[in-house]
């Protein structure tokens, strides 16, 4: 029974609520979305945790007038089903259904859309000071987990706060996770608030003054009682030494207690961090045992949380393939931002544990951290999103790239990221990658060719990138032993005298299944893995181009600055004007849903490379095909 959920249409609803049926809802909100996710797939755990805090949130403020703003905003779902979003929430991260992130165009409740993690101190403070500038009284609160005060972009909203505005209020959702659990000195220093017992018997007892007292006097009282906890404790408590008020820990999951806090707070005299502790996949055994798993996942059994048992995967090859080659090379170290679980390496760390280096949601520094690390011999892994590595661009160029140091960034999720979104998309890692000096980029068709990309890596002088898919590995057996490839060479699989074709990467299927089409058209076509990116194999690209009509390639990425245009570049300078047929995503943010479904929808298809190609081949007589 969901009585009170049906019964919530807007956050003005939540308002009629007493606290005993509030408590009654966060349970029929915890078991809707247990059930609903069953079926969707989606961010289970986090959101289990933040539902208390949520309805909190929504019963004190009044959005849209007020501003929310989640870090990541994958822990949303419950202001989604306070804000009108409950009859659509089966559409939940499927084709033209509700995003599994907030989205601006989506709802007049979502102030900011976000994906990445370290982006809401920043966006919250920018509309704070939008909102002093134009006389407005609205409320603006940021909701941002402990992981994201790992992030530079947080620390460098924090530096600001103060300077920008007088009234923010910043929620700490300390869970002590991220994806996997968090690490680093900010972790560390969060776990000391919580578990100090003096700071605690102190705060318990200033909440008990406030409830016996009242008034102002108890918010003098509160203060002075929270200030000699904490200066007896650490004279420069981090978070006021940004001239932010800081207040809790308070348990995340006390409805009556977060509601009066947050009534407090709307009264503060300047910018305010309140630090809440919540309990990731609260309400769900399964979702608490194994949190890393229902972080974010797919459909599972809302019983037991069981999921179909899966096949191997790219990052799971990578990892095995990591782990061979540390096993024989002491120089091969791996990094990761914050994903161990993501990218495969918790596969890596129990077999190399003292080369396994987690340095939080800091793509930046993994990077320059890595260029460090080679300059001393070692040949760095940094294993990050093709989407997150974006963030790290100027490191790549400047500390890496511009040092021709040997670094291997290892691209998990390039292409299409299906139902994660525009925010989760790896469509662009070639475009921003191929036009910096130095830098070699590959792209494995196999798991089998992975790894012998990854050994090639080993050889080279400068730095190189390996991108692939989210998901299974085609199935190809791979050698006993990964072997270097000829940097810059192309596989030819099979010739052809009317098209060359060229498909990157997981592309290969649809360029097998376009040269079959040509074959039983009467046509002569040329099959090519070109396995690199950069250097292009211009040998390969000549000779083609004096035989065919036209050469189509297939990409997994905007065709904008792509492989396609690399192609259309190398045959330019080589003064060829054959035509080159492009298949990629084309220049927009390509809205989630399932792969093949959007692949259809937006052209990235052997049809539309047949379309393309039928003018072009009109000259060119067809071979007559005889029946046998």
Known sequence: MEALLDSIHSPDDLKLLSFAQMETLAEEI??????????????????????????????????????????????????????????????????????????????????????????????????????????????????????????????????????????????????????DRNVGAIARYFHKIVTNP???????SAQRIVKKIGGKTAVKVLRRAEEAAKSMLWPSVLFEEFNLSYYGPIDGHNLPQLVETFKFLKNAQGPVLLHVLTQKGRGFQPAMDLTKKFHGLGPYDPETGTTKPGELTWSEAFANTLVE?????????????????????????????????????????????????????????????????????????????????????CMDRAGLSGDDGPTHHGLFDIAYLRSIPNMTIMAPSNEDELADMMKTSLTLSGPSAIRYPRGAVPGVERKPTPQPLPVGKAQILSEGSDVAILGLGNMMPLAEDLAARLSREGFSAALINP?????????????????????????????????????????????????????????????HGKVDALRQKHGVSVEEAWSQLVPLLAPRKRRTLVAS
Request: hydrophobic share 45%; glycine share 8%; proline share 4%.
């Open 198 to 204: 003096h700071y605690e018997n102190l705060h318990n």
């Open 531 to 591: 396995r690199f990116v950069k250097p292009l194999d211009r040998e390969m690209l000549a000779k083609f181009a004096n035989r065919v009509a036209a050469f189509v390639t297939f990409e997994d990425h905007a065709k904008t600055g792509g492989f396609g245009s690399a192609v259309m570049e190398a045959l330019e300078e080589m003064d060829s004007h054959v035509p080159v047929v492009r298949i990629g995503w084309p220049d927009r943010f390509i809205e």
């Open 30 to 179: 915890r078991a809707f979305l247990i059930q609903s996710l069953a079926k969707t797939g989606g961010h289970l755990g986090p959101n289990l945790g933040v539902v208390e805090l949520t309805l909190a949130m929504h019963y004190v403020f009044s959005t849209p007038q007020d501003k929310f703003v989640f870090d990541v905003s994958h822990q949303a779902y419950t202001h989604k089903l306070l804000t009108g979003r409950r009859d659509r929430f089966d559409t939940l991260r499927q084709p033209h259904g509700l995003n599994g992130f907030m989205l601006r165009t989506e709802s007049e409740h979502d102030s900011y859309g976000a994906g990445h993690a370290g982006t809401a101190l920043s966006a919250a403070l920018g509309m704070a000071a939008a909102r002093d500038l134009a006389g407005g009284e609205e409320y603006v609160v940021a909701v941002a987990g402990d992981a994201a005060f790992t992030n530079g972009i947080s620390f460098e909203a924090l530096n600001n706060v103060a300077e920008q505005t007088k009234r923010l209020i910043i929620v700490l959702n300390d869970n002590e996770w991220s994806i």
């Open 325 to 409: 080659l540390a096993n024989q090379d002491p120089r091969v170290v791996a990094i990761t931002a914050a994903m161990p679980n993501g990218t495969g390496l918790d596969h890596f760390r129990p077999h190399h544990p003292s080369r396994y280096f987690d340095v939080g949601i800091a793509e930046e520094h993994a990077v320059i951290f890595a260029a460090g690390m080679a300059t001393r011999g070692f040949r760095p892994v940094c294993a990050i999103y093709s989407t997150f590595l974006q963030r790290a661009f100027d490191p790549i160029v400047h500390d890496v790239a511009l040092q021709e140091l040997p670094v291997l960034f």
